[in-house]
């Protein structure tokens, strides 16, 4: 059964730093893996999908990688600003629905 | 392109009552989710369809939650009756086909008191 983990729990930093949020699987028979932003009292917004088959996507100031052999993806943000706090969520796809990590909350301090 | 519709936004009951949550996802999605979202923790997936059948519903609690996607579109999901612990948020999502990239509706916030 698919287990997802993310490290940290939370994490802050100044503005315009770059970050590394972090998300382990525990079956590397995945298809896909998608990154999520969730804001306060809101639904979930996707970032980026990875399918088994690609190494690493771009979106903006985003790009996620996959190493499907160690169990990971890591979301790397680029020049952080204020609005880019939230939370942060990955989820792994097998053959069965989004399986989520519990989030990496995200505080930009301007 | 319009995005996956939910209804309520909130809803608030006392333990007991039943409650109903609507669900429109994207046109053309023939999978459809429906997850819950304990404050603090990852959504947990609840049931899935593909079309209007049910392809998994192991973590959906059967004695007290029902969910139908009729003619394979809109689907809703209901719960009677509602427990305390089901006070959580309701997230429905869609996607064009069961591994593709799935897209979430704003979710209905219940409370149960």
């Known amino acids: 059964k698919q287990e997802v983990t993310q490290i940290p729990a939370a994490l802050s930093v100044p503005e315009g730093e770059n970050l590394v949020l972090n998300c382990s699987f525990t079956?590397?028979?995945?298809?896909?893996l998608q990154w999520f932003r969730q804001d306060p009292g809101k639904g979930l917004t996707s970032l980026l999908l990875i399918q088994s088959s690609q190494r690493e996507q771009t979106s903006g100031r985003l790009n996620a990688s996959l190493d499907k052999s160690s169990g990971r993806s890591t979301l790397y943000i680029a020049a952080s600003q204020p609005g880019d706090s939230a939370t942060y969520l990955c989820?792994?796809?097998?053959?069965?629905?989004?399986?989520f990590g519990k989030g990496t909350r995200l505080s930009v301090i301007a | 392109e319009a995005g996956v519709a939910q209804s309520p936004r909130y809803k608030i009951i006392e333990k007991r009552q039943s409650v109903a949550f609507w669900c429109n996802p994207i046109?053309?999605?023939?999978?459809l989710y429906w997850y819950q979202q304990i404050l603090g923790q990852g959504p947990k997936l609840l049931i899935q369809?593909?079309?209007?059948?049910?392809?998994?519903d192991s973590q959906l609690p059967k004695d007290r939650f029902s969910a139908e996607r009729l003619k394979g579109v809109d689907s809703t999901l209901k719960i009677q009756p509602a427990k305390l612990e089901d006070s959580a948020v309701y997230l429905c999502?869609?996607?064009?086909?069961?591994?593709?990239?799935?897209?979430f509706g704003q979710g209905t916030r219940l409370t149960v008191v």
């Open positions: 999502a869609s996607s064009l086909e069961r591994s593709t990239e799935a897209f």
């Open positions: 989820a792994g796809r097998e053959d069965t629905p989004l399986v």
């Open positions: 046109s053309g999605h023939a999978t």
């Open positions: 079956d590397s028979a995945i298809y896909n």
């Open positions: 369809f593909q079309n209007n059948g049910v392809v998994d």
